[in-house]
């Protein structure tokens, strides 16, 4: 059975939009046919919110209900929740899941991917999913990350926030003491770096650090990374988005470890 949206719900789920208000309740928003679709079945969703355009799309709906409770929003109700230009007309409010470093698979060669500082949510997301590509034993972020759950990163990760361990708020000392606990390696590329990526043995179990868009990684990463590697750059552009150095790092490391199979 689908019930109206009511104006209280419509207010708590607007406001979902502001970081402190996803941290008191919990939850965060995903949008768009295809990701709703996607999320596992042992990951809670709190309810699921559709338009009048996608009302009469009854397959979907029948499999949302026996999930969670399903709410109608008029379509300019629904724009206001969504953080879309043009929804798709469905959405789920989903419960954040915690995670601790613990929690990710480091068996084998695994690697895990920390963001040091990186600010933009598209940056943030771009580097979850590229990850997740990567076939990453996780993803962690510093406290002075962007937001994970927020709805531009939710967006630009695909999905993939679903797909493997995502752990937030992590203090570098506290990544620092959990690398040394645990035998893993610290790789981290920088301009200042005498080796080359692609010359760099990071075939081994590691964290892949990036760090911040404009001030790079951090002193305290840098100082304690057993990898600091450049990656070249023979054009004149002066340095690499966050994101694309990221991906550039983790691509290497499942180069070399295909490379050894």
């Excluded at 949008?31 to 079945?41: A, M, R």
């Excluded at 679903?162 to 959990?178: K, N, Q, S």
């Excluded at 340095?239 to 180069?255: D, F, P, Q, T």
Aim: net charge neutral; charged share 25%.
């Amino acid at each position: 059975m689908i019930a109206d949206l009511t104006k209280k719900l419509a207010k708590e789920l607007t406001s979902l939009d502001i970081k402190k208000y996803r941290d008191e309740t919990g939850l965060f928003i995903v949008e768009g046919e295809k990701f709703v679709g996607e999320i596992p079945e042992d990951w809670d969703v709190a309810c699921y919110v559709i338009s009048g355009g996608f009302a009469g799309n009854s397959e979907p709906v029948r499999d949302y209900e026996k999930r969670a409770p399903v709410y109608f929003a008029p379509d300019g109700l629904f724009h206001r929740i969504s953080g879309t230009v043009s929804p798709q007309g469905v959405l789920a409010v989903c419960r954040k899941k915690p995670r601790a470093l613990g929690d990710m698979d480091m068996s084998g060669n695994g690697f895990f991917v920390y963001c040091d500082g990186v600010s933009d949510p598209g940056n943030a997301g771009t580097l979850l999913r590229t990850a997740d590509a990567a076939c990453a034993a996780g993803f962690a972020l510093s406290e002075d990350s962007a937001d994970i759950y927020g709805p531009k990163t939710i967006r630009s990760c695909a999905g993939s926030v679903f797909h493997l361990p995502v752990v937030t708020e992590v203090g570098r000392a506290a990544l620092l003491d959990f690398l040394r606990a645990n035998g893993i390696g610290l790789v981290a590329a920088d301009p200042r770096g005498k080796t080359a990526v692609c010359d760099a043995d990071i075939g081994g179990r590691c964290c892949i650090a990036v760090g911040n868009e404009a001030r790079g990684l951090s002193d305290v990463i840098l100082r304690a990374a057993d990898v600091l590697a450049f990656i070249p750059m023979p054009g004149k552009a002066e340095s690499l988005n966050a994101s694309v150095a990221g991906g550039v790092i983790m691509y290497e490391a499942v180069r070399q470890r295909i490379k050894r199979r």
